[in-house]
């Protein structure tokens, strides 16, 4: 069974940092992207994220670039997020999924539980 | 950026119904389009990939279709599980972007 397991948030001051984990399990995980994505309350979904199976292609949302770093250790089955600089609007609840790709699209097949990052003074 | 906007932005329904959702973007992007249904205080789950595909394991009365700006998700007939919230979503180019969500509640 695929399992995605969040981990580090919480309650964090402007200006702070953060670093969520994700723990990937039941699959192969070297052999896919995964990705984060985040949802501010009461909103919408926003892609934060994704990383290529061996770290080497990185992408970013323009919101987050330069103070959000992606990163994995396949090793590990795992999947990190470290923010820094962070801003009332990053406040979120923050997904890992994976990313497999059909036909040159991904999707996002499955999704951890999520983990609540509140940023405020 | 791609703008994906999704209509009706809520519709309610009875059991039974079917339903339909559209998903229009901004510019083409084939068929590279997923949709995802999130129940309240819940993550996301996958329903159809690639417009059409149904993702293992989901209902068939769920079906997923269009290319290039529109696209539709419909429900045959909605179940009492199927209140949710549905999001569509692309991934033909950086940054993907969803749309902004259709709440589906009860009659």
């Known amino acids: 069974e695929v399992q995605l397991v969040e981990s580090g948030g919480g309650l964090i001051q402007p200006g702070g940092s953060l670093r969520l984990s994700c723990a990937a399990s039941?699959?192969?995980?070297?052999?896919?992207?995964m990705t984060w994505v985040r949802q501010a309350p009461g909103k919408g979904l926003e892609w934060v994220s994704h990383?290529?199976?061996?770290?080497?292609?990185?992408n970013y949302a323009d919101s987050v670039k330069g103070r959000f770093t992606i990163s994995r250790d396949n090793a590990k089955n795992s999947l990190y997020l470290e923010m820094n600089s962070l801003r009332d609007e990053d406040t979120a609840i923050y997904y890992c999924?994976?990313?497999?790709?059909?036909?040159?699209?991904?999707?996002?097949?499955?999704w951890g539980q999520g983990s609540l990052v509140t940023v405020s003074s | 950026d791609i703008q994906m906007t999704q209509s009706p932005s809520s519709l309610s329904a009875s059991v039974g119904d079917r339903v339909t959702i559209t998903c229009r973007a901004s510019?083409?992007?084939?068929?590279?389009l997923n949709w995802y249904q999130q129940r309240p205080g819940r993550a996301p789950k996958l329903l159809i990939f690639?417009?059409?595909t149904l993702h293992s394991g989901v209902p068939s009365r769920f079906i997923g279709g269009g290319s290039g700006t529109e696209f539709t998700l419909s429900i045959s007939s909605l179940q009492p599980e199927d209140f949710a919230t549905y999001f569509c979503?692309?991934?033909?180019?950086?940054?993907?972007?969803f749309g902004q969500g259709t709440k589906v509640e009860i009659k």
């Open positions: 999924a994976r990313a497999p790709r059909y036909s040159g699209n991904y999707y996002l097949d499955y």
């Open positions: 039941g699959f192969t995980f070297s052999s896919f992207y």
């Open positions: 990383i290529s199976v061996s770290g080497s292609s990185i």
């Open positions: 510019q083409d992007i084939n068929i590279y």
């Open positions: 690639t417009s059409s």
């Open positions: 979503h692309q991934t033909y180019s950086l940054p993907w972007t």
